[in-house]
């Protein structure tokens, strides 16, 4: 993996450090998409929590906290407010518009979230769905 903030001042070469394999999903905030944040969170072991900070903690924020507190995932908070029970000390100050604090990011997920269950040394088993489109010209 090597990673590459568009600020260009921000990159984790694996060549530094150990490599690591992430599956980053990104889940929208907005409550019609609440059933595809949950089953989102099944396929997680950890949760970076943004919050906007011109907009602050808003109702979905708390709902899809909860949705990965309950999951029981690791959560990391990237902005924090005191209303959820977490440590302020623990919260990554970081910013996409200026590309400040963004190489704090992935470390901490890499640091903070467990590797997923199972053994490494068994044989790989995928479920794998297709979908065929089939058109006739008549």
């Not at 090597?2 to 599956?23: I, N």
């Not at 899809?64 to 440590?87: C, G, H, R, V, W």
Request: aromatic letters at 8%; hydrophobic letters at 40%; charged letters at 15%.
């Amino acid at each position: 993996m090597f990673f590459t903030c568009p600020h260009g001042d921000v990159s984790v070469d694996p060549t530094e450090s150990q490599a690591y394999l992430l599956h980053l999903i990104d889940t929208p905030g907005h409550v019609d998409f609440s059933y595809e944040v949950s089953r989102s969170l099944t396929a997680c072991q950890g949760a970076l929590l943004v919050v906007d900070a011109t907009q602050g903690v808003q109702a979905q924020t708390v709902a899809n906290f909860y949705l990965a507190f309950e999951s029981d995932l690791t959560i990391i908070p990237a902005q924090l407010k005191s209303m959820f029970d977490l440590n302020p000390g623990d919260a990554l100050l970081a910013s996409a518009k200026t590309g400040q604090g963004l190489e704090q990011v992935l470390p901490a997920v890499i640091d903070r979230t467990l590797p997923p269950p199972g053994r490494s040394n068994s044989p790989m088993l995928i479920l794998l769905w297709t979908r065929t489109m089939m058109s006739t010209n008549d």
